[in-house]
């Protein structure tokens, strides 16, 4: 029996998600919230962890809720490349696009419980681009911040730079994403999936 931890904020999609697991024989599935998902990890101790990594719990991918004997398998949307960097440096091993065939997540999971690695073809691009996104993990801290309403001395305290340095930084984040200013960086940041 394949043991599935299922994380997702919304509790409509972590009923339908279950209940799509649910029919296969050969797959277990306990579905949490991410705030309850470690503590349900410990003791379940799952083969595959499946997270929506567009959900807005996520943002806490990094300190992934499972173990190292886990697999993690993401959902994911195309066009997002940074929210695929995010699960990628995570150490997911599985992408499934979330518009895929529902018969294509339980697929998925058996091969991640053998130790093998899943990415959905329509994903691949974005994985690639994905890989060369053009900000710093410094660069988008600061637009992170500036994307939350921040002003440049608001992120200079926060991050202990100088009110020059970030202005040099969202100068940088502006060139480097093709944006014509700091708006257009965080709308453009926001559609591909960095912050």
Not at 31 to 40: G, K, L, N, Q, Y
């Amino acid at each position: 029996m394949i043991r599935v931890l299922l994380v997702h904020d919304t509790e409509l999609m972590r009923s339908a998600l279950t209940a799509l697991l649910d029919r296969e024989e050969d797959i277990e599935v306990v579905a949490e919230s991410w705030e309850s998902a470690p503590d349900r990890a410990r003791a379940q101790r799952p083969h595959v962890c499946v997270v929506d990594v567009d959900c807005p719990g996520a943002s806490r991918l990094p300190s992934r809720p499972v173990d190292r004997d886990c697999a993690l398998l993401v959902l994911a949307t195309t066009a997002r490349p940074g929210s695929l960097r995010r699960a990628a440096e995570a150490k997911a091993l599985g992408f499934v696009d979330k518009d895929a065939q529902p018969l294509q997540l339980p697929r998925a999971i058996r091969l991640m419980a053998t130790g093998r690695r899943y990415v959905d073809g329509t994903l691949a691009l974005d994985l690639l681009r994905a890989a060369t996104a053009p900000l710093t993990p410094r660069e988008l801290g600061v637009l992170s911040l500036a994307a939350k309403g921040a002003s440049a001395p608001e992120i200079a305290r926060s991050l202990r730079l100088s009110i020059g340095t970030v202005r040099n930084y969202m100068c940088a984040i502006t060139r480097k994403t093709g944006a014509r200013n700091r708006i257009d960086a965080i709308r453009i940041s926001r559609d591909a999936g960095w912050v």
